[in-house]
């Protein structure tokens, strides 16, 4: 089993930054891509990044293009999400999320196989 954990959420005001934290442990070799998704009261679980754990590949929800970067570290089995201008439309739970397979369909939440428990993060205007 692969487990995730997520560091890094906290408040902040508009135009500010934070970067997220996902250390993973367990049998990470079968892991092909690694992604954040983020939820907000009311709303359906959203794709925001996914880097391919070979290569490191990169895509992005078009709401976060030019503001987040995310980038891993192999020998620290962690995958970060550096948020810059943050915006209060990006308040919501941010999830590390996992998965095996080569697929498409990247913030598809129903195809990841492992979540960590989640790190809010809070814009203020």
């Known amino acids: 089993q692969v487990q995730l954990v997520e560091s890094g959420g906290g408040s902040v005001q508009a135009g500010g930054s934070l970067r997220l934290a996902c250390v993973a442990s367990?049998?990470?070799?079968?892991?092909?891509?690694m992604a954040w998704f983020r939820q907000a009261p009311g709303k359906e679980r959203e794709g925001v990044a996914v880097?391919?754990?070979?290569?490191?590949?990169?895509t992005y929800a078009d709401s976060v293009k030019g503001r987040f970067t995310i980038s891993q570290d192999n020998a620290k089995n962690a995958v970060y999400l550096q948020m810059n201008s943050l915006k209060p439309e990006d308040t919501a739970m941010y999830y590390c999320?996992?998965?095996?397979?080569?697929?498409?369909?990247?913030?598809?939440?129903?195809?990841?196989?492992?979540w960590g428990q989640g790190t809010q993060v809070t814009v203020s205007s």
């Open positions: 367990g049998y990470l070799y079968t892991l092909t891509r």
């Open positions: 880097i391919y754990t070979d290569g490191g590949f990169t």
């Open positions: 999320a996992a998965r095996r397979d080569y697929g498409s369909n990247w913030d598809n939440p129903a195809i990841y196989k492992f």
